[in-house]
């Protein structure tokens, strides 16, 4: 009898479970996880963070889940691989024997390299006891300062708003996330935060983190100027795991090197999830992809390919939902501008008219009191979408972008300015798609 070895319980490694189990029902499959509460929702975290969903709420499966899978869980940290020997050695000084490994160990937050980050009161995001930790501190303090310009800080922002505190929110540029909104779009959320009492300090950095008996106190910034604090949360970015693996002689670059078949190296061990670094033959370079959707696809391919399927991993088109500032945002395909590409054009048209016309197969949410759509058009089909607030069209526009479907009907009248692009889309969506939601009247580009 084979015995699989996972290290890791979040998405990747579950997942690599199904995958493994929908081929080989006898084998005998052991996952280990230093993490005391298993497998939980990540993205889950902010909305627990601002009181809005339970702590229950972020666990989908009983322990029945993994008993169905016939999976040995060992909570315990892996500390070594060895490759050669097939042994994986735990925290205990034991060794497990394996005849495929997974290395689904995930990213951690990347660490601020100023003084001070020793101090109580210094917090990061990444999993639920930082969480339940950010919770406890808010109660007792009352001004918090939040580093780094992506999801994680401003779910750190709203967290820390939501409870109470005055925050600080220091952004290195004179915007936020400005390599994936536009300007308008940095603005509305700068907006919003600023209407809920959230101090905006722009191309600010953090210097020096300074305490008093071991306690935040204040932080100095770059440029001199001091602010007093009793919590900093820092979320400046994340850094896979790597560090078994490297330590293993396996190829790592920026994660775990691994091939399409999520295959490291070394043949008997794979790796999936925040933590490998794929090679994806369409881009045809490897790439860190730090998202749950492609960590489930990844950790489920890997665990076919552990019971010697040869399956591809091909990275889908890019697809975020996520809340900025309390509006959901969802972001498909590519955005921004691709200079090698003259014929792509950047449309984008706030709006704030109802919808006419929405075939029933569309999960409508509006009542938003901001709404925007930026789609990205190019010669023959879209390319890629941002749509803020309202998301009425988002499965649609969905479907148009990864399905490839051929917009030339409507490509003059989304570059015209006279009809907002809401519409046009709404309209082409009802003539193409019958009530199922399903393509029937359009051509597929290749
Ligand atoms: C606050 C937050 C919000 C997020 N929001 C979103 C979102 O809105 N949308 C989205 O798509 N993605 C989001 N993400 C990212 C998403 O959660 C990750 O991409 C996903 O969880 C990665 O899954 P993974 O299995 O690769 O790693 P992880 O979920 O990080 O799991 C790693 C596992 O490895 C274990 N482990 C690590 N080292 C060892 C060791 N040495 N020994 C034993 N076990 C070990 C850990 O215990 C853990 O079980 C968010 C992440 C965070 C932190």
Known sequence: MKTFVIIGAGAAGVSAIEGIRSQDPDSEIIQVFDERDGYY????????????????????????????????QINTQAKRIYPFEHTVELADGSYLPYHKLLIATGAHAAPAKVPGTDLEGVVKLDNIADARRIMKHARKRHTAVIVGGGITALELVEGFKARGLHVHYFLRGNRYWSNVLDEIESHIVEQRLVEEGVQIHYQTELAEIIGNRGKVKEVLTAD????????????????????????????????????EYLQSNDPDI??????????????????????????????????????????????GMPFNVTRLAGLTTTIIGTLGSRE??????????????????????????????????????????LLGALLMGDQTLSRAIHRLITEKVD????????????????EIIADFWSQIADNQGNIVHATIQS
């Open 270 to 315: 794979f790796a999936a999830g925040d933590v490998a670094e794929v090679y994806d033959p369409i881009v045809g370079k490897a790439i860190l992809d730090s998202l749950w959707a492609p960590a489930r696809k990844q950790g489920y391919l890997a665990g076919l390919n552990m019971t010697g399927k040869k399956v591809l991993y091909c990275k």
């Open 224 to 259: 001199g100027r001091r602010i007093k604090c009793d919590v900093v949360g820092i979320a400046i970015g994340i850094k896979p795991r790597k560090n078994l693996a490297e330590a293993a002689g396996l190829n790592t670059i920026r994660g775990i090197s691994v091939n």
């Open 41 to 72: 929702s990540r993205p889950g975290l902010a909305y627990y963070l601002t009181g809005e969903v339970s702590e229950d709420s972020l666990f989908p499966f009983q322990t029945s889940h993994f008993e169905r899978f016939r999976v040995k």
């Open 340 to 381: 090698e590409d003259c014929d792509v054009v950047g449309i984008v048209r706030g709006d704030s008219e109802g919808w006419r016309y929405m075939p029933d197969a569309l999960v409508a949410q509006s009542g938003f009191d901001v709404n925007r759509l930026r789609v990205l058009v190019g010669e023959n089909r």
């Open 407 to 422: 917009i030339t009907p409507i490509r003059d009248a989304l570059l015209r300015p006279s009809r907002p692009i809401t």
